[in-house]
T-cell receptor, first 115, second 112 residues
Framework: AQTVTQSQPEMSVQEAETVTLSCTYDTSENNYYLFWYKQPPSRQMILVIRQEAYKQQNATENRFSVNFQKAAKSFSLKISDSQLGDTAMYFC????????????FGQGTRLTINP | DGGITQSPKYLFRKEGQNVTLSCEQNLNHDAMYWYRQDPGQGLRLIYYSQIVNDFQKGDIAEGYSVSREKKESFPLTVTSAQKNPTAFYLCASNFGADYGYTFGSGTRLTVV
């Protein structure tokens, strides 16, 4: 079974700073997807960024980028020039490609951006 | 607009009562999922369905039941056998792995 671990329950940074959220996972699969989801106070789950395991290039989406280390099974999220609207819970998630496409989530990191 | 609609937004259940949470999607997605969210535990999979008239248990299915009679609908029943049902429930759907899931806005269930 796959597991996803987020070791930082809470983080807090000042507006405009850069912050990195950590995520590690355990799997015997070779082909899979990794995701970061954001859950603001409204509790709506929003996809931030995704990474295909077979791609070596790290994914980027505007101010959001990942550092994907397949051998180390690590998938961190970097938020540059953080904004007050980035305040949210962030979940790392894993999906294998074989069989049912179930998302396995980490425990989440509560990120607060301070003005 | 295409999306997933969950209702009600808030639901209160008395001890020993069954309640049903609604989930409807108009995205033409084949697969649908139910997750439970508790503080500090992330999201845990309750049930999922990859096709109409078929569904499988997730990691925490005890005390829950589902049906998938239509592609658009995947209701979740929280039965009296679920001893600690107070939680936030999220429904999701997807069509292939490429873009992850689309989520509904959730239902907050409280036992009174």
């Amino acid at each position: 079974a796959q597991t996803v671990t987020q070791s930082q329950p809470e983080m807090s940074v000042q507006e405009a700073e850069t912050v990195t959220l950590s995520c590690t996972y355990d799997t015997s699969e070779n082909n899979y997807y990794l995701f970061w989801y954001k859950q603001p106070p409204s509790r709506q789950m929003i996809l931030v960024i995704r990474q295909e395991a077979y791609k070596q290039q790290n994914a980027t989406e505007n101010r959001f980028s990942v550092n994907f280390q397949k051998a180390a099974k690590s998938f961190s999220l970097k938020i540059s020039d953080s904004q007050l609207g980035d305040t949210a819970m962030y979940f790392c998630a894993f999906m294998k490609l074989r069989g049912a496409q179930k998302l396995v989530f980490g425990q989440g990191t509560r990120l607060t951006i301070n003005p | 607009d295409g999306g997933i609609t969950q209702s009600p937004k808030y639901l209160f259940r008395k001890e020993g009562q069954n309640v049903t949470l609604s989930c409807e999607q108009n995205l033409n997605h084949d697969a649908m999922y139910w997750y439970r969210q508790d503080p500090g535990q992330g999201l845990r999979l309750i049930y999922y369905s990859q096709i109409v008239n078929d569904f499988q248990k997730g990691d925490i299915a005890e005390g829950y039941s589902v049906s998938r009679e239509k592609k658009e609908s995947f209701p979740l029943t929280v039965t009296s056998a679920q001893k600690n049902p107070t939680a936030f429930y999220l429904c999701a759907s997807n069509f292939g792995a490429d873009y992850g899931y689309t989520f509904g806005s959730g239902t907050r269930l409280t036992v009174v």
